[in-house]
C-alpha cells in the first residue's frame, strides 16, 4: 500500500525550530518529487516546498524562504523539513505529499500530488 | 504568482441534484509541452488530507466515481458533480500546477440542502 506517514510536530515558541518527517513506502521514494503544503486552522491549503527524486532541486513559497529547509534521505524513504525562526503565522498541518506522474511516450508529465499523508500539528506560541 | 479564485464559496444541493463549482486562474495554466491544462481538483473531508480527483483539467484519478468530471480550458475550469451523494459533502479546491508557487483556490464548502 502507498502511505505517506507524518511526524514531528507539536508547540514550539516562536523563533523556535521543529523539524518534520514524512516516512513514505509502498512505493520507489527516490523516483517521485515530493511536497510540503500546509493548512492554518479553519484555512485553505497553501503550498510550501517541493524537493525533486535526488534532492538536488529544492523550491520554496516567498513566505518560508530562507526559513525552511525541505531534504530527503532515500536511504531512509523519508521526506523532511526543518523549520527555524518559526512564527506565530506558520501554526498549521503540515502535509507531505506526492507528486503525481503519468508517464507518456517516454516521458513524464506531472498530474497533481496523488497521495497526501495524513498531517502533522505545528503549533508555534508562547 | 498565478491567483485562483473559485465561485461561489458555499454551495448548498439537494442528493441527487448537480452541483457546480467554478474556478478561474489569473493566467493560463495551458503546458505547451503535452497540451494539458496543469489544473486539479482535491476534496478534502473533515479531519482528513484532500484527495486528488481531477487532474489536467478534466482526468479522473483512479478510483474516482464517474458523477465527477472536471472542464475548462485556459483560465476557466469547472468541477461539476452530477449527482450528488450524501458522502460528497466537502470542501473542495482547485489547484494550479503550472509554475511554483503552486495555488491553490480558497475553497468551496459543498453542504446538503
Known amino acids: 500500500e502507498v502511505q505517506l506517514v507524518e511526524s514531528g510536530g507539536g508547540l514550539v515558541q516562536p523563533g523556535g525550530s521543529l523539524r518534520l518527517s514524512c516516512a513514505a513506502s509502498g512505493f520507489t521514494f527516490s523516483s517521485y518529487w515530493m511536497h510540503w503544503v500546509r493548512q492554518g486552522p479553519g484555512k485553505g491549503l497553501v503550498w510550501v516546498s517541493r524537493i525533486n527524486g535526488d534532492g538536488s532541486r529544492t523550491t520554496y513559497a516567498d513566505s518560508v524562504k530562507g526559513r525552511f529547509t525541505i531534504s530527503r534521505d532515500n536511504a531512509k524513504n523519508t521526506l523532511y523539513l526543518q523549520m527555524n525562526s518559526l512564527r506565530a503565522e506558520d501554526t498549521a498541518v503540515y502535509y507531505c505529499?506526492?507528486?503525481?506522474?503519468?508517464?507518456?511516450?517516454?516521458?513524464?508529465?506531472?498530474?497533481?500530488?496523488?497521495?497526501w499523508g495524513q498531517g502533522t500539528t505545528v503549533t508555534v506560541s508562547s | 504568482d498565478i491567483v485562483m479564485t473559485q465561485s461561489p464559496d458555499s454551495l448548498a444541493v439537494s442528493l441527487g441534484e448537480r452541483a457546480t463549482i467554478n474556478c478561474k486562474s489569473s493566467q493560463s495554466v495551458l503546458y505547451s509541452s503535452n497540451n494539458e491544462n496543469y489544473l486539479t481538483w482535491y476534496q478534502q473531508k473533515p479531519g482528513q488530507p484532500p484527495k486528488l480527483l481531477i487532474y489536467w483539467a478534466s482526468t479522473r484519478e483512479s478510483g474516482v466515481p464517474d458523477r465527477f468530471s472536471g472542464s475548462g480550458s485556459g483560465t476557466d475550469f469547472t468541477l461539476t458533480i452530477s449527482s450528488l451523494q450524501a458522502e460528497d459533502v466537502a470542501v473542495y479546491y482547485c489547484q494550479q500546477y503550472y509554475t511554483t508557487p503552486y495555488t491553490f483556490g480558497q475553497g468551496t464548502k459543498l453542504e446538503i440542502k
Open positions: 505529499a506526492r507528486a503525481g506522474r503519468i508517464e507518456v511516450a517516454d516521458n513524464y508529465y506531472y498530474n497533481g500530488m496523488d497521495v
